[in-house]
C-alpha cells in the first residue's frame, strides 16, 4: 500500500532536549512538507522540500531543522530552542503537478 | 496577503439533516482549492479537490463542494449527514509550493 508513515504516534521528551520525527513516503512524491496543528490554529508550515538535498522554511521554522537525503525520507528535528514544542506534527508528500497533499497519520509531541 | 477563512468554527447538526461549511479565499491567481477531513488525533484526508472546469465538484463520502469565483468562495455540502461524518473540517487553497489552510471548523453530528 502507498502512503506516509510517522514514527511514534506519540513522543515525549524532557525540556532541552532535542528530537527527530520521522517521516517516510512511498508515493514517489518529489514534495514533502511539516505542518504543526495546535488547538484552533488549523495548520501552520514548518518546512518543506521539493528536491532531495533541498528544502525551504516555512511561516514557523525557528527551532526546527530538517533534512532530505533521499526521496522517501524528510525527517524533522525540533530542538531545545523551540519555544514551545508540545504539538502534533503532521508529515505531508505531493507531486509537483497537482500539489495535492497526502498526510500522514501524525506525531503527537509531548515536551515537559 | 494569501489567506483562507472558515467563519464557523463550531457547527452541530442532527443526522440525517443537510451540511454547508463555508471556506473564502483570498489568492493572487486562481488557485487549488481542497477540502480536508481529520478524525481525532489523526492525519488529514483528502475529500475532494477543485483545479479547473465544472465549478461542482464531487468528492468521497457523499461530499460536494462548488467553486464560485465572484465570491471567492469554495463551500463544502453533504445532503444528509451520518453520525460517522463528525470530525475537523479543512479548507485549503494553493498553487506551487504556496499552501495555505483554514483553521478549521469542527462538526459535531446529533443522533
Given at each position: 500500500?502507498?502512503?506516509?508513515?510517522?514514527?511514534?504516534?506519540?513522543?515525549?521528551?524532557k525540556?532541552?532536549?532535542?528530537?527527530?520525527?520521522?517521516?517516510e513516503q512511498n508515493l514517489n512524491h518529489?514534495?514533502?512538507?511539516?505542518?504543526?496543528?495546535?488547538?484552533?490554529?488549523?495548520?501552520?508550515?514548518?518546512?518543506?522540500?521539493q528536491i532531495v538535498n533541498d528544502f525551504q522554511k516555512g511561516?514557523?521554522?525557528?527551532?526546527y531543522s530538517v533534512?532530505?537525503?533521499?526521496?522517501?525520507?524528510?525527517?524533522?528535528?525540533?530542538?531545545?530552542?523551540?519555544?514551545?514544542?508540545?504539538?502534533?506534527?503532521?508529515?505531508?508528500?505531493?507531486?509537483?503537478i497537482s500539489y495535492e497533499?497526502?498526510?500522514?497519520?501524525g506525531t503527537r509531541l509531548t515536551v515537559t | 496577503a494569501q489567506s483562507v477563512t472558515q467563519p464557523d468554527i463550531h457547527i452541530t447538526v442532527s443526522e440525517g439533516a443537510s451540511l454547508e461549511l463555508r471556506c473564502n479565499y483570498s489568492y493572487g491567481a486562481?488557485?487549488?482549492?481542497?477540502?480536508?477531513?481529520?478524525?481525532p488525533g489523526q492525519g488529514l484526508q483528502l475529500l475532494l479537490k477543485y483545479f479547473s472546469g465544472d465549478t461542482?465538484?464531487?468528492?468521497?463520502?457523499?461530499?460536494?463542494?462548488?467553486?464560485?469565483?465572484?465570491?471567492?468562495?469554495?463551500?463544502?455540502?453533504?445532503?444528509s449527514v451520518h453520525w460517522s461524518d463528525a470530525a475537523e473540517y479543512f479548507c485549503a487553497v494553493g498553487r506551487g509550493n504556496q499552501f495555505y489552510f483554514g483553521t478549521g471548523t469542527s462538526l459535531t453530528v446529533i443522533p
Amino acid at each position: 500500500d502507498g502512503g506516509i508513515t510517522q514514527s511514534p504516534k506519540y513522543l515525549f521528551r524532557k525540556e532541552g532536549q532535542n528530537v527527530t520525527l520521522s517521516c517516510e513516503q512511498n508515493l514517489n512524491h518529489d514534495a514533502m512538507y511539516w505542518y504543526r496543528q495546535d488547538p484552533g490554529q488549523g495548520l501552520r508550515l514548518i518546512y518543506y522540500s521539493q528536491i532531495v538535498n533541498d528544502f525551504q522554511k516555512g511561516d514557523i521554522a525557528e527551532g526546527y531543522s530538517v533534512s532530505r537525503e533521499k526521496k522517501e525520507s524528510f525527517p524533522l528535528t525540533v530542538t531545545s530552542a523551540q519555544k514551545n514544542p508540545t504539538a502534533f506534527y503532521l508529515c505531508a508528500s505531493s507531486n509537483l503537478i497537482s500539489y495535492e497533499q497526502y498526510f500522514g497519520p501524525g506525531t503527537r509531541l509531548t515536551v515537559t | 496577503a494569501q489567506s483562507v477563512t472558515q467563519p464557523d468554527i463550531h457547527i452541530t447538526v442532527s443526522e440525517g439533516a443537510s451540511l454547508e461549511l463555508r471556506c473564502n479565499y483570498s489568492y493572487g491567481a486562481t488557485p487549488y482549492l481542497f477540502w480536508y477531513v481529520q478524525s481525532p488525533g489523526q492525519g488529514l484526508q483528502l475529500l475532494l479537490k477543485y483545479f479547473s472546469g465544472d465549478t461542482l465538484v464531487q468528492g468521497i463520502k457523499g461530499f460536494e463542494a462548488e467553486f464560485k469565483r465572484s465570491q471567492s468562495s469554495f463551500n463544502l455540502r453533504k445532503p444528509s449527514v451520518h453520525w460517522s461524518d463528525a470530525a475537523e473540517y479543512f479548507c485549503a487553497v494553493g498553487r506551487g509550493n504556496q499552501f495555505y489552510f483554514g483553521t478549521g471548523t469542527s462538526l459535531t453530528v446529533i443522533p
